[in-house]
């Protein structure tokens, strides 16, 4: 049981290049989160999925896109990387809804991003 | 006003002591309350959730809450060195699906 994983750990990208962050869990969990933490700043919300299907916008949004492939996964893509995406990325599954059911949210190990 | 707010700390308590962090927050309608260790350069774990008023246990672990003003709370008793981490206290907030996390409190055990 490894619980939520990510891929990749660390990754270096130039402005303008694009990425796809990688994240299951093999919790059986229905939902599914992605934050950013900043220096200063904690976690943000960038979307988060209730169900497998379903995708919704967090608080910070902009530059990135999201895919719900099946219950286990969960993607992020950046498209055109800027240096204000640089930051460390936390995925985190849910049995139900965090915020709702009150749920523990379980977060993966992170993958730290530097967009140069 | 933040959603949720906690001081950045360092706090900084000797082994043994008792470690108070607290954290406001700004949602009357907020109703589940999470505490979570992070270690540097790792990912948050849960310590605590609760979500009535009052005090809820947990081994050397004490959650508490109290919605009137609108703040929640975590002790760790008998301090070790190994509790030096981040705490990040979450909130449900603004709205059903959103669970928003404070800045962090970092903690510093001294031996």
């Known amino acids: 049981n490894a619980g939520v994983t990510q891929t990749p750990k660390f990754q270096v990208l130039k402005t303008g290049q694009s990425m796809t962050l990688q994240c299951a869990q093999d919790m059986n969990h229905n939902s599914m989160y992605w934050y950013r933490q900043d220096p200063g700043m904690g976690l943000r919300l960038i979307y988060y999925s209730a169900s497998e299907g379903t995708t919704d916008k967090g608080e910070v949004p902009n530059g990135y896109n999201v895919s719900r492939l099946n219950k286990r996964e969960f993607s992020l893509r950046l498209e055109s990387a800027a240096p204000s995406q640089t930051s460390v990325y936390f995925c985190?599954?849910?049995?139900?809804?965090?915020?709702?059911?009150?749920?523990?949210?379980?977060f993966g190990p992170g993958t730290r991003l530097t967009v140069l | 006003q933040k959603e949720v707010e906690q001081n950045s700390g360092p706090l900084s308590v000797p082994e043994g002591a008792i470690a108070s962090l607290n954290c406001t927050y700004s949602d009357r309608g907020s109703q589940s309350f999470f505490w979570y260790r992070q270690y540097s350069g790792k990912s948050p774990e849960l310590i605590m959730s609760?979500?009535?008023?009052g005090d809820k246990e947990d081994g050397r672990f004490t959650a508490q809450l109290n919605k009137a003003s609108q703040y929640v709370s975590l002790l760790i008793r008998d301090s070790q060195p190994s509790d030096s981490a981040t705490y990040l206290c979450a909130v449900n907030t603004g709205g059903y699906q959103k669970v928003t996390f404070g800045t962090g409190t970092k903690l510093q055990v001294i031996p």
């Open positions: 985190a599954s849910s049995e139900g809804v965090a915020g709702w059911d009150g749920d523990t949210q379980y």
């Open positions: 609760i979500y009535s008023n």
